[in-house]
C-alpha cells in the first residue's frame, strides 16, 4: 500500500515573497498539497489591503509553483474563512503555518474532533526576516520599507 501525505496551506499572497516562498516550498514538499487563496472578500474581512485581485494572485501563485516546484501535485482552491473547507475533510494529514499562524492549527484540530476526523499534524515554518532585521511581509513591501528578498528600500 502506498501512503500519499496531503498537506494545506493558505495565504493571501498578493506579492510572492521569500516568507511565502519559505512556507510554499514547505508545503509541497509532501506527496499533495491544497493550497487555499485568500478571497478577495475575505483579505478585505481580515483588513488586508490587497493590490491585486483573487485572479491575478491566483494566476501568480500557480506560475511561482509550476517555475519553482514543477511536477509538484497541488491544487488552489479559493479559501473564504479561516480553514476552508480542505483542512476540516479526511485526507488531509498536515497543515503547514507560519509562526505568525501556528495558533491555527490547535483550533483546526480542536474542529476536526468535533467532526470526528483525525487530527493533522503542524508543522510551523519559522518567520523570514529581511536584512534590517524586520519580518518580511507584503505591507512592508507595499510601504517600500523592502524588497520581496527583504532588502531595504
Known amino acids: 500500500m502506498i501512503l500519499i ?83 476540516l475533510r479526511e485526507g488531509v494529514d498536515v497543515l503547514v503555518v507560519s509562526w505568525e499562524t501556528r495558533r491555527a492549527g490547535h483550533t483546526l484540530n480542536v474542529m476536526r474532533a468535533e467532526r470526528d476526523l483525525g487530527m493533522v499534524d503542524i508543522v510551523v515554518v519559522p518567520m523570514i526576516y529581511g536584512r534590517s532585521g524586520g519580518r518580511i511581509s507584503t505591507t512592508h513591501i507595499r510601504d517600500g520599507v523592502m524588497d520581496a528578498e527583504g532588502n531595504p528600500l
Open 5 to 87: 501525505v496531503v498537506a494545506a496551506t493558505g495565504g493571501t499572497f498578493d506579492i510572492i515573497h521569500r516568507g511565502h516562498r519559505a512556507l510554499l516550498g514547505a508545503a509541497l514538499s509532501y506527496d499533495h498539497t491544497i493550497i487555499g487563496l485568500s478571497t478577495d472578500g475575505f483579505a478585505v474581512r481580515r483588513g488586508k489591503a490587497i493590490l491585486h485581485g483573487y485572479d491575478t494572485r491566483r494566476e501568480r501563485l500557480v506560475r511561482h509553483i509550476r517555475e519553482s516546484h514543477p511536477g509538484a501535485a497541488c491544487e488552489v482552491c479559493p479559501l473564504d474563512d479561516d480553514f476552508g473547507p480542505a483542512v
